[in-house]
């Protein structure tokens, strides 16, 4: 009997149980035997021969004829979460280099335990939508405000459009036998599904066919990936074909993510090419050096982040001379009013995420002690990128400054401004006058209607505070979490 009918993959060892362990390990994602699943398919496979299509088929009406069918769709269940299962586990062996983590994915995507029954709790956003619905509801139990109902077909279908369902609910209850196979649409789905995207966002992963990755890359990664290549040629036959295939991609319309070349864009290339062989030895070659990145380079890929990191807090005397007197004042004064709210508001969704994601906090109360983040990602044993794009540190130093300029600028301080240099001019006072017109000046220069190098300036602005204030910022992090 084919177990992808009675297996179901998630991460854990038992129904409804998460296992927490670190998130970075590759070998928690388990399929889990359901007896109730192989009884059904037992039966089913004695009935006859039946090839995949055709399963699928009678389990899907099965499942849709009565509200009392809960297997047949918990064998579907089953095969989707297999589908999605090897979905994310080739989007992290394809991406491992970016810091995403295969148990964070899983557990983003992978939420289907195989229970009988499904809890939904009501609140004030999907009240009135559950009161439209709730007399044709077929409840098990109702506990304050949660309400306990089988997992079926049926009951899973009037939740649909009023709360966001496990992704393998949703898979099958948008499924259309008629156009396609469960297969590419449980690839599709999961693809699209917004909460994996949003992760894979956090760190700069794009979902794009091999193909056009290839047409992104550069010369220097095909020079230092040469040395994993196994097709025809030497480096400089290689770089011919890889700009002969960059510009005529740049010659394609209506180009998609997922666009593959057919034998007519094969036919124009330079050299020319009996097929697609070697361009797929040179996508091989890429992906391998991105996991060899100090292969071949000045700096290994951790060693421009430790360099980044270091920068971020090392701000010296020349680079101090370079910022205003006024803006060192205007800084020192306002961002201990800034900071503090700034993280309460950042940590509100940070801590929510430290529940499913425990690694996040051991990683930030080490960043809080002061570790580097090669000392976190060897502690952990984790990939240091990872650490890097969780902490983010450019990017919250970034966000400050912004909220300081946003500040310092408004009309509203700009009006204060005046009035309290005009009192100045009158009564003299030269310290006054060149406080409140540098002021002024620095308004002018952070105005987007006048190119100048605001941009350099922000940047040494972060800088300065991210050197100013890294202790308390770092202290204030650690109360809150």
Not at 291 to 307: R, V
Request: hydrophobic fraction near 35%; include cysteine.
């Amino acid at each position: 009997m084919n177990k992808i009918y009675t297996h179901l993959y998630s991460l854990g060892n038992s129904a409804g149980t998460v296992v927490q362990k670190f998130v970075n390990r590759k070998d928690d994602i388990v399929p889990r035997e359901l007896n109730r699943a192989v009884e059904f398919m037992e039966k089913l496979m004695s009935r006859g021969e039946f090839n995949s299509k055709n399963i699928d088929n009678l389990l899907l009406e099965d499942a849709k004829s009565n509200q009392e069918k809960l297997d047949s769709f918990l064998c579907l269940r089953c095969k989707v979460s297999y589908f999605i299962s090897n979905y994310i586990k080739k989007l992290y062996k394809d991406n491992s280099g970016s810091g995403i983590s295969l148990n964070e994915m899983a557990l983003i995507t992978l939420t289907d335990y195989g229970s009988s029954y499904f809890k939904v709790s009501i609140n004030e956003a999907n009240k009135k939508a559950f009161k439209e619905i709730e007399s044709s509801l077929d409840i098990k139990k109702k506990i304050r405000k949660n309400i306990i109902f089988k997992s079926n077909f049926f009951e899973l279908k009037k939740f649909k459009e009023i709360i966001e369902l496990p992704l393998s609910f949703q898979i099958l209850l948008t499924y259309n036998i008629k156009k396609g196979s469960i297969q590419k649409w449980s690839n599709l789905k999961t693809q699209n599904y917004g909460r994996l995207k949003s992760y894979l966002n956090e760190y700069k992963v794009k979902i794009e066919s091999k193909w056009v990755f290839l047409a992104y890359r550069s010369e220097i990664q095909i020079k230092k990936a040469f040395n994993f290549y196994d097709g025809d040629g030497n480096l400089e036959y290689v770089l011919k074909l890889f700009n002969s295939y960059k510009e005529n991609y740049e010659l394609l319309e209506g180009k998609t993510k997922k666009w593959i070349p057919d034998d007519f864009f094969i036919e124009k290339l330079n050299p020319k090419q009996k097929n697609k062989d070697n361009l797929e030895k040179l996508i091989s070659a890429l992906r391998k050096s991105f996991k060899n990145l100090s292969i071949d380079a000045p700096l290994s890929k951790e060693d421009n982040q430790d360099l980044n990191e270091t920068q971020m807090r090392i701000f010296d005397k020349k680079e101090l001379l370079k910022l205003d007197a006024e803006i060192i004042r205007l800084i020192d004064s306002y961002i201990p009013n800034i900071y503090g709210r700034f993280l309460d508001i950042k940590f509100r969704k940070e801590i929510e995420l430290f529940i499913q994601f425990p690694e996040r906090k051991k990683i930030w109360k080490m960043y809080c002690d002061g570790l580097s983040q090669r000392e976190i990602s060897r502690t952990l044993g984790c990939n240091q990128t990872r650490v890097s794009r969780i902490l983010n540190e450019k990017v919250m130093f970034n966000d400050i400054t912004n909220i300081f300029i946003n500040k310092i600028t408004n009309k509203e301080n700009k009006k204060q401004i005046e009035i309290e240099l005009e009192k100045a001019f009158e009564v003299n006072n030269m310290n006054e006058i060149y406080k409140f017109q540098s002021h002024l000046d620095i308004i002018k220069i952070f105005n987007p209607l006048i190119e100048n190098n605001k941009e350099y300036l922000k940047d040494k602005i972060a800088q300065y505070i991210c050197f100013r204030f890294y202790n308390e910022i770092r202290g204030y992090v650690k109360k809150i979490i």
